[in-house]
T-cell receptor, first 112, second 114 residues
């Protein structure tokens, strides 16, 4: 059974800092890994999808990497801004059961 | 381009009442999912569907039923609501193919059972 862990549960940083959010998973048979952003009271917005044949994906100030051998993915946010404050969730897709398994998320607060 | 649309957005039910949550997607996705999100528990899969006419149980299926009569719609039913079903419900969809599994989510339905 795939388990996805995100530690710490919350993070507070000053504006402008570069930061890394971690995601670990137990089943290396993971196909793809997806990072989401969730604002309070809102739905999930897809940020980046890393396919198993890829090692990383970039979108603007965001860069996500995937290392299946170590069971880890990281989301790098460059030059953080107060507008980046949100909960960030990672989810692993294991084809055998056709579903996404989510971590519990990291709540990020970027202080002006 | 609407994406994934959930109806209703908010609902209050009395214990024992029934209701149906509707999820509609316009992206021609094969796979559709229902999750519930609770504080401290994260997102947990209730039921999912890998194509029209198919359904399967997720992690927490008890007390819920689903139907996928049309490819674009996935319905989640509560036959006899209980306070433990107070939660935020999210629907998601994806192509489901290994090389294209990006999932898209609706805005959620906040359900309170009193």
């Amino acid at each position: 059974k795939q388990e996805v862990t995100q530690i710490p549960a919350a993070l507070s940083v000053p504006e402008g800092e570069n930061l890394v959010l971690n995601c670990s998973f137990t089943d290396s048979a993971i196909y793809n890994l997806q990072w989401f952003r969730q604002d309070p009271g809102k739905g999930l917005t897809s940020l980046l999808l890393i396919q198993s044949s890829q090692r990383e994906q970039t979108s603007g100030r965001l860069n996500a990497s995937l290392d299946k051998s170590s069971g880890r993915s990281t989301l790098y946010i460059a030059a953080s801004q107060p507008g980046d404050s949100a909960t960030y969730l990672c989810a692993g897709y294991t084809g055998a059961n056709s579903k996404l398994t989510f971590g519990k998320g990291i709540t990020l607060s970027v202080r002006p | 381009n609407a994406g994934v649309t959930q109806t209703p957005k908010f609902r209050v039910l009395k214990t024992g009442q029934s209701m149906t949550l509707l999820c509609a997607q316009d992206m021609n996705h094969e796979y559709m999912y229902w999750y519930r999100q609770d504080p401290g528990m994260g997102l947990r899969l209730i039921h999912y569907s890998v194509g029209e006419g198919t359904t399967a149980k997720g992690e927490v299926p008890d007390g819920y039923n689903v139907s996928r009569l049309k490819k674009q719609n996935f319905l989640l039913g509560l036959e006899s609501a209980a306070p433990s079903q107070t939660s935020v419900y999210f629907c998601a969809s994806s192509y489901g193919k290994i090389m294209n599994t990006e999932a898209f989510f609706g805005q959620g339905t906040r359900l309170t059972v009193v």
